[in-house]
């Protein structure tokens, strides 16, 4: 069965680094998303992703983030400087549309690449 | 603000009994609602979807009712298993201009032999 992979699955690195952090969607799926989880918090939205741009983006989702897609099969969140409070699992996600649609289609979501900030 | 509340935060219940879970929202217009399953440690996993005009959703064990009137939903679990333990997670997504979904914080379930 098809899967959302992530890499790695555990980032340490120190506060002011930039770091990369790689999903591989499933093949024939056109949205991609980030979430992240805060130890012992809830799941939160960053960034959907479609036709090579930013589809939506929370409030969280600030200069210090952006995506890429830079070939036909990884999707990047990129974290610039990163900050103690960036310390989180980071989720990737996909699914085969999404927007006005988004109610029909399932997310698949990876097993997630947990950050420490240092 | 658009939020989704659950309830029980936590619950024990031993193998073979039934449960359910209850979420709440105040998201508005409403699009469609998704009960997902997550494992300690691991990515969410969906269950069911429910759009405003399906008021009940089963996926084998679990079975979700949605209210839109009330903005409530519920996921029953029967004949629980082992492996059912798992943080259950309910999540809401806006209509119209926004589609950024709203996560509650999940029911923390946890089955004993």
């Known amino acids: 069965e098809p899967e959302v992979t992530q890499t790695p699955s555990h980032q340490v690195t120190q506060m002011g680094q930039e770091v990369i952090l790689r999903c591989v969607p499933i093949s024939n799926h056109l949205y991609f998303y980030w979430y992240r989880q805060i130890l012992g918090q809830k799941v939160e939205f960053l960034v959907s992703?479609?036709?090579?741009?930013?589809?939506?983006k929370s409030e969280i989702f600030d200069d210090q983030f952006s995506v890429e897609r830079p070939d036909g099969s990884n999707f990047t969140l990129k974290i610039r400087s990163t900050k103690l409070e960036d310390s989180a699992m980071y989720f990737c996600a996909s699914s085969q549309l999404g927007g006005v649609l988004a109610g029909a289609y399932e997310q698949y979501f990876g097993p997630g690449t947990r950050l420490t900030v240092t | 603000k658009n939020q989704v509340e659950q309830s029980p935060q936590s619950l024990i219940i031993l193998e073979g009994k039934n449960c359910t879970l209850q979420c709440n929202y105040t998201v508005s217009p409403f699009s469609n609602l998704r009960w997902y399953k997550q494992d300690t440690g691991r990515g969410p996993v969906s269950l069911t979807i429910?759009?405003?005009?399906?008021n009940t959703k089963s996926n084998g064990r679990y079975t979700a009712t949605l209210d839109a009137d009330t903005k409530q939903s519920s996921l029953h679990i029967t004949a629980s298993q082992l492996s059912d333990s798992a943080s259950y997670i309910c999540?809401?997504?806006?209509?119209?201009?926004?589609?950024?979904?709203?996560f509650g914080r999940g029911t923390s379930l946890i089955v004993h032999p």
């Open positions: 992703f479609y036709n090579n741009e930013i589809s939506e």
């Open positions: 999540v809401v997504s806006a209509a119209g201009g926004s589609y950024i979904p709203t």
């Open positions: 429910m759009t405003f005009s399906e």
